[in-house]
């Protein structure tokens, strides 16, 4: 029997991807995780107010939810202090980039992202046939210079900077950002993404500039405010930039309690305020629990702690391995230049003994199968 | 200062959509309806089984969902009696006509659908540069030797059925349909969608067919599973086909709390078995309704009612806007031929009443307006 042809840029693409969540771990492994640190969700949980807003709205559940998305863009609006036509829903900051890849890169276009970022941001890139340039790390940190020298060099669809970054959970000062958001061309779409961003000490995040045509802020409810299970993400920006996004969103593809349940987290900041403080103690206790194994924790304006191993590549994976043996999810950078590092998320105190007492454990584990570097 | 430009098929897209929600009239209207008769909803809502595994799996919202959707997918495959690795899971069938127009109908490909059929196959064939083919309805029904007819003449990408029909409620039979499916050419995808398939009397449906690549059955949560609002839809078909979704897929796009209620709602059949008891009498009295007004209901195998308002567009649009400003939200086909009906959803015993009250009066004004055709 013939079968339909895959559209071209479709024909080219892998048939597996790289998205392997902890569930399909456990699967192969035949176990359940009994740390979760690997994900960067926030063990602390939604706002209870925001949990109740949800249950609240189950029983309307057999309704689409508003495909404008009003009440939630208006609360945002309000909380950034900027008009609610400058601000997009999305389902995550996952699909908010695949519309901007869409919208604004042409198939061979150049995206340009640092070797080892978002690999979600290099999926979409490469799902609608964009070329990927990829400038390499510098001191864990993104490379604004080479970025900013990339895109216009290429003169690039667009750029992504993570800031935050993840997965190295380093940053830049805003007014290192600025100087990098005016380095790059006006034509070239730069997309900043805040996921990590209530997170970030005071002095990372620049002012919210929505007269720039060029410049989309991606902030989540996955992170800080413990909504990743409800997918919702949202973007600010220049009005028409932030209009073009009504061109080829699933417009009722945001669900009805995600917008209900962000807009309650969005109204709490005391939740907001305990979630911060338990993520800094925890990525304090990670850090210490690294450094009593001989490891070196990296400084981290995030919700995880990356972790230099201080050996190769196959060290730290070996690590990773044997934390899951022990029933420690876990991840690692895996980009040259990145990949002698381990990234755990912040945990619950249980989690954390639990990463106490198996870390050292892997560390002996994985010295007895190998040789010293 | 100047901007990006838009990626050539993005640009040449319309700026703004036509897809209104219910709450967006209401914001114009400046007043909430008291009917949501027009969405095709299920006033029934989901079970009681659902909602309350929704409510239990609110605890671990703070998680991402499964990218691999294994347990929700199990259990489908289970009840339809397929494999696993013939079901993938979208947020609504929405996300999945998006999904199978990206992976297989190319710029400038053909798609064929119906002259006024489900609008948002047609915004994803738009939105990815393909070209429309429109069959006219024939007999208030999409005319399936002719839908096969033009795939065959144009070689389609692709050929859109939906069977029960929306907006008309119409239907084919399973052998018909079979015919249909035989008819099309080997290397056309048919998007098979059966959103309203729980609610079809027996041998409407052909039985499940997991043998043939070209063949995507379309099934959803929104509509008898009352779970419009968590966005959960997913397509039944051959491994390969199936497979090809996985590479260009929003991997954690469907929302946990969606997977878990989805599970819960399948293995309710008691409730089910209310939902359709209590639809079929809706529809009974929408119909008697409709009749009482002079009006003809045309006869439906799904969760709505479409009724010939015998005469022209603008009169059954008067209609329409005259039930708005009585706060009966409903809907009407728009295109040619189709246009002269509206389409009633069912709705709780109350909203019946409002209707059976409404429905006279906005008659009676929209007569008042114009001279009798």
């Known amino acids: ?8 840029i479709a024909a080219a693409l892998p048939q597996t991807v790289p998205f392997i969540g902890p569930e399909s771990l456990e699967r192969r492994l035949g176990q359940r995780f009994l740390a979760r640190l690997g994900a960067n969700e926030s063990p602390f949980g939604a706002a209870a107010s925001a949990t109740a807003a949800m249950a609240l709205a189950l029983a309307d559940g057999w309704k689409y939810g508003d495909p404008e998305n009003h009440d939630l863009r208006l609360a945002l609006a309000g909380h950034h202090g900027v008009a609610s036509d400058q601000i997009v829903i999305g389902e995550g900051i996952d699909g908010l980039l695949g519309l901007a890849v869409r919208l604004y890169a042409a198939p061979a276009q150049t995206v340009v992202t640092s070797l080892g970022a978002y690999p979600t941001l290099n999926y979409h890139a490469t799902g609608f046939g964009a070329r990927i340039v990829s400038v390499p790390y510098r001191d864990h940190a993104e490379d604004l210079l080479a970025l900013a020298a990339a895109a216009r060099r290429d003169n690039a669809a667009i ?18 950002v600025t ?23 005071a002095g990372i995040m620049p002012p919210l500039d929505t007269s720039r045509p060029n410049l989309l802020r991606l902030r989540t409810f996955s992170k800080a405010h413990g909504l990743a299970g409800l997918r919702c993400g949202y973007a600010i920006g220049e009005r028409q930039t932030i209009a073009s996004f009504e061109r080829v969103r699933n417009h009722f593809g945001v669900n009805a309690l995600a917008q209900a349940g962000a807009i309650a987290a ?27 194994s001989g490891l070196t924790p990296l400084p981290s304006a995030t919700n995880f702690v990356t972790i230099d191993c201080g050996r190769d590549a ?19 950078p895996m980009a040259p230049g990145l990949d002698h590092c381990i990234r755990i998320s912040v945990g619950t105190a249980a989690e954390l003994d639990l990463l106490a007492s198996a870390l050292p454990q892997a560390i002996t584990a994985t010295a007895a199968l190998r040789p010293a570097g």
């Open 266 to 292: 969005l109204a709490d900041a005391g939740h907001l305020g305990r979630v911060l403080r338990d993520t800094t103690a925890a990525k304090h206790r990670i850090a210490a629990i690294a450094s009593a």
């Open 314 to 332: 196959g060290f730290a994976q070996a690590i990773l391995v044997a934390l899951a043996d022990l029933r420690v999810f876990i991840r690692k």
């Open 159 to 176: 750029v992504y900077l993570a800031n935050p970054d993840n997965p190295m959970g380093s940053w830049h000062s805003a007014s290192a």
């Open 1 to 8: 029997m013939r079968r339909p042809s895959l559209a071209p």
């Open 179 to 201: 100087q990098f958001i005016e380095a790059v061309p006006q034509t070239t779409l730069i997309l900043l993404d805040e996921a990590y961003g209530e997170f970030a000490p």
